[in-house]
């Protein structure tokens, strides 16, 4: 189904991608349904711990000074 929704690729090593492939298998989902629920996990992990992302800047976010 065509969607509008941003694309990411990434390159993984052999043994990751066999494994992501695994766990699609087990849960019944897409690699792309499975790498999204896993991204987002990542996002709500780090701002648990850093606080909100900030998206004001569209590419801001918290910086360190120089």
């Known amino acids: 189904m065509p969607t509008k929704k941003p694309r990411i690729q ?3 090593e ?12 087990i849960e019944d ?3 792309s349904k499975l790498t999204a ?3 987002k996990k ?5 701002e648990a711990q850093h ?8 590419g801001g976010g918290k910086t360190d000074p120089e």
């Open 37 to 39: 629920i896993i991204i």
């Open 51 to 58: 606080g909100p992302i900030d998206l004001e800047g569209q």
């Open 10 to 12: 990434t390159i993984l």
């Open 42 to 46: 990542y996002i709500e992990e780090y």
């Open 14 to 25: 052999e043994k990751e991608y066999k494994k992501l492939k695994e766990l699609c298998k």
């Open 29 to 31: 989902r897409t690699e």
